[in-house]
């Protein structure tokens, strides 16, 4: 069974950081892509950043320059460090990890920032 469990959200000052882990468990092999995903109330969800296995990244024009993806392919985890954060970051991320045409996603941590 896959599992995508993600840790770090939480509330904050706008200015300040937070770090979102995600540990993915169940998929065997290499993951193509990991990344993470958000959500604003009444929006749809959107790409923040994403990463590939060998370590090409992509980043939202909205987060960057603030937001920095990594990840280590031995513990199948993606770390997403934000800092400089503004009240528009405030939604639910989603952690995504993607293998050949399957997608799969975790639960949501909420990041509130504060004005």
């Known amino acids: 069974q896959v599992q995508l469990v993600e840790s770090g959200g939480g509330l904050v000052q706008a200015g300040g950081s937070l770090r979102l882990s995600c540990e993915v468990s169940?998929?065997?092999?290499?993951?193509?892509?990991m990344g993470w995903f958000r959500q604003a109330p009444g929006k749809q969800r959107e790409l923040v950043a994403r990463?590939?296995?060998?370590?090409?990244?992509n980043y939202a024009d909205p987060v960057k320059g603030r937001f920095t993806i990594s990840r280590d392919n031995a513990k199948n985890t993606v770390v997403l460090q934000m800092n400089s954060l503004k009240p528009e970051d405030t939604a639910v991320y989603y952690c995504?990890?993607?293998?050949?045409?399957?997608?799969?996603w975790g639960q949501g941590t909420q990041v509130t920032v504060s004005s």
């Open positions: 990463i590939s296995s060998g370590g090409t990244t």
């Open positions: 995504n990890a993607v293998k050949g045409l399957a997608n799969y």
């Open positions: 169940g998929i065997m092999g290499s993951i193509n892509v």
